[in-house]
């Protein structure tokens, strides 16, 4: 791996300044110790196991190597991980970069309660082939529990009660509930997390390493390929990768450009969704964050603001020159690039690595704790209420819509629906999108926060009109799919500053799929989860609306297209 930084004068200064400064105060020296004063004195020495993990794994091959030999022995054809947050990013990263191993199962994500697409995982595989790993560090989290008993039940279906176990695989800190459930479960494994790891600095623990196993990856060379950044970022401040972009990170914050957006190379493109996680969930709290802008295709200089700063993440065996140029264009243009560059894919691991120091220095510079979560925290106790009250009355609590056009519906909060209302030029859906898109400003950023079945063509249309209020507006966009993002971006939605300006995104289910002994069903628990978001986002003054598009998805999603279309124009 190489790094460069391409910063502007200024920015260049106020980083070698820093870093002098953490040189004469020890600040390494004290990292690597643990010291919370390094932060807020929050007791941020208790969630720091990440940064000696990679050692720790380097001295448990042989557990590794007999699950390896186990996994390919038996022959499964698929792996199926259930998760949510930091248990299921870290390995989409590595079931989409690297593929299916040879003499392998194929590697698949579920971290969605869309009844959709926990259906349409449920037919994309033979679950009699299939090993089914859980990854829920808690045991408590809502997701994972749900998607077990679901498929812990179908897989009875198609064993038998006997066998089902035994397709099971649990990644869970000890004395978890999922341990406990993994143990009267009769599962074929329980690996176990490090409960001094939080979740999205778990990606070097067993909870991205038990993944990339099971997927055939060379877990050796992986945990060499992190250990070569771990000695790196031991490194006087001057000379360390790590340090230097994590300085970068928080003197851009604290001087405006509190954005990052991330470019890669096509081949390790998602690597930014796991990133993601990382930055805003560490950084977004106390009205402070950094908020990370992933799969923006890049623009010309000209659309971006002075409220950004940019990481290309470039995989040297297919370059692009094309898009070098267009990095280049903005790095000319005065804004400032850290260029990184990877030779071979495994260096992914150093990246994990890297990007969690980096973050956690940029936590220290911008004074938060970057590793508690408060505000996730808030959402989902608002989940929870909504989700009790419907095993009580057998309904969630219902709103009513302040506009109903084309077949969409439209809710916020009162006084935000009147302000709408004063500035639309017409009270249609195009007329209140307008005047919604009229609250964005320069140094704001516009998120799309869609509760719908993650799929490809449903993420096109939305990366669509995303683009298009980019372009309009000069401002980043981000887009996320729920209930994921809210274990990810959603910390920095609600607990950042309140530069962002919402369009949440929901429909009716065309199917519904019931979670075995529970009322509730997927359909229920997603919009619960939809409802609670907006309630929390609505509770911190957040400029949001949700836009209900019924039951045929593709319909409402060309209805709204058309709709910000008319808006923009």
């Not at 980019?470 to 966009?477: F, I, L, S, Y």
Request: glycine residues 8%; negative net charge.
């Amino acid at each position: 791996m190489s790094i460069r930084f391409a910063l502007p004068p200024e920015l260049r200064g106020a980083v070698d300044l820093a870093a002098a400064e953490w040189q004469a105060d020890s600040k390494v020296a004290r990292f690597w110790q643990k010291d919370p004063s390094l932060w807020t004195r929050d007791g941020e020495e208790n969630w720091l196991g990440w940064i000696d993990i990679v050692e720790r794994q380097q001295q448990d091959l042989a557990a590794f190597a007999a699950l390896a030999e186990d996994i390919r022995v038996t022959g499964f054809k698929s792996v199926l991980l259930l998760g949510m947050g930091g248990s299921s990013l870290c390995p989409e990263v590595l079931s989409v970069t690297f593929g299916q191993q040879a003499e392998f199962p194929a590697l698949h994500i579920v971290d969605s309660t869309d009844p959709v697409q926990v259906k349409a995982a449920r037919e994309k595989i033979d679950l009699a082939e299939t090993l089914v790993v859980v990854a829920s560090k808690s045991g408590s989290t809502l997701e994972p529990n749900v998607l077990k008993q679901y498929f812990f039940a179908e897989m009875q279906k198609a064993v038998g009660a006997d066998k089902a176990g035994s397709h099971f695989l649990a990644i869970t800190d000890p004395g978890s509930k999922m341990e406990q459930v993994a143990k009267a479960d009769g599962f074929r494994h329980i690996f176990y997390g490090d409960p001094t790891i939080g979740g999205r600095f778990s990606a070097l623990s067993n909870f991205g390493v038990v993944a990339a196993t099971v997927a055939g990856l060379d877990y050796t060379k992986l945990l060499f390929e992190a250990a070569k950044a771990v000695a790196s970022a031991k490194l006087d401040p001057a000379e360390n990768p790590a340090v230097q972009l994590g300085l970068l990170m928080g003197l851009a914050a604290n001087g405006g450009r509190d954005k990052i957006t991330i470019f890669t190379s096509p081949e390790i493109y998602d690597l930014g969704a796991w990133m993601e996680q990382l930055i805003a969930e560490s950084t977004g709290k106390l009205g402070k964050g950094i908020t990370p802008v992933d799969r923006e295709t890049i623009a010309a200089p000209e659309v971006y603001g002075a409220d950004r700063i940019f990481a290309y993440i470039r995989y040297a065996a297919t370059a692009d020159s094309s898009q070098d140029a267009k990095v280049a264009a903005i790095e000319a243009a005065g804004h400032p690039v850290v260029y990184i560059e990877i030779s071979d894919l495994y260096e992914i691991f150093g990246q994990f690595f890297t990007w969690e120091v980096a973050t956690s220095v940029a936590g220290s510079v911008t004074g938060i704790n970057p590793f508690n979560q408060p505000d996730v925290e808030s959402a989902k106790i608002e989940t929870r209420a909504l989700t009790a009250a419907y095993e009580e009355t057998g309904k969630l609590p219902e709103r009513m819509p302040f506009l109903e056009d084309e077949g969409v519906k439209l809710y916020a909060t009162g006084a935000y629906a009147a302000q709408l209302k004063a500035a639309a030029p017409t009270e249609t859906l195009a007329g209140y999108l307008r005047a919604h898109l009229g609250q964005i400003h320069p140094g704001d950023y516009f998120a799309a926060l869609a509760y719908l079945p993650m799929f490809p063509e449903h993420e096109a249309v939305i990366q669509g009109f995303r683009h298009k209020v980019r372009d309009a507006k000069r401002v980043a966009t981000c887009l996320g799919f729920g209930p994921r993002f809210l274990h990810s971006t959603g910390q920095d939605y609600k607990g950042g500053p309140n530069t962002g300006v919402f369009l949440q995104i929901t429909a009716d289910h065309a199917v519904d799929v019931a979670i075995p002994g529970q009322k509730l069903s997927f359909g229920v628990v997603i919009d619960a989860q939809a409802a609670g978001d907006l309630a929390v986002l609505e509770s911190r003054g957040r400029r949001a609306v949700r836009v209900h598009l019924g039951a045929d998805v593709a319909a409402g999603l060309r209805t709204l297209t058309a709709a910000i279309d008319e808006a923009l124009g």
